[in-house]
């Protein structure tokens, strides 16, 4: 069939049937976890039928179609973390919101720069290269900045909460 004339559907048909299992195999390799992998697989053939790409060859658009895959399963990756992250702490406050509440209440009385940092890197989960690029500041601005809140944060809870040594 002639590929200017070939549907969607062909299209994705066509994808699955070539390039279906080196897909799922990749995105297996970086997920460890087959129904993610799966539907790693299904995002890749979507993004590629929408995107509608043209092709040198077929070196060319297995290698398009692996690239795909690889970043949508990265981008798994980093939601799982985050999903994880989120959920550990949703059991963490509901096992004992009472007793971290004095600890945030602490960092309100920081200024916002350390407390947004704080905020980021321990409620959020992110990394200092990734809250770099959200505030638009230098990474080793903000590993400084985070080093700096801490120590606030040491102070504040001295002063206020009786901590003595942290």
């Not at 995105?27 to 993004?47: F, G």
């Not at 995107?51 to 060319?60: I, S, Y």
């Not at 007793?99 to 720069?113: G, H, I, P, S």
């Not at 980021?120 to 903000?142: C, D, M, N, P, W």
């Amino acid at each position: 069939m002639d590929e200017m004339k070939m549907t969607a559907s062909d299209r994705a048909e066509r994808y699955m049937d070539r390039y279906g299992n080196s897909i799922l195999r990749m995105a297996y390799s970086y997920l460890h976890n087959m129904a993610d992998a799966e539907d790693i697989l299904q995002e890749t053939l979507i993004r590629v039928i929408d995107a509608d790409p043209e092709f040198e060859g077929e070196n060319h658009e297995k290698a398009y179609l692996l690239r795909t895959a690889a970043n949508l399963a990265k981008n798994r990756i980093e939601y799982n973390k985050r999903r994880e992250s989120d959920e550990l702490n949703e059991e963490l406050a509901a096992e004992s919101r009472e007793d971290l509440t004095f600890l945030w209440e602490a960092v309100k009385k920081l200024q916002t720069k350390s407390a947004e940092v704080l905020h980021l890197f321990y409620q959020e989960g992110y990394q200092t290269a990734e809250i770099a690029q959200i505030l638009g500041r230098k990474e080793s601005t903000v590993r400084s900045d985070l080093r700096r809140a801490r120590e606030r944060l040491k102070t504040v809870l001295k002063e206020e909460y009786d901590f003595g040594e942290i």
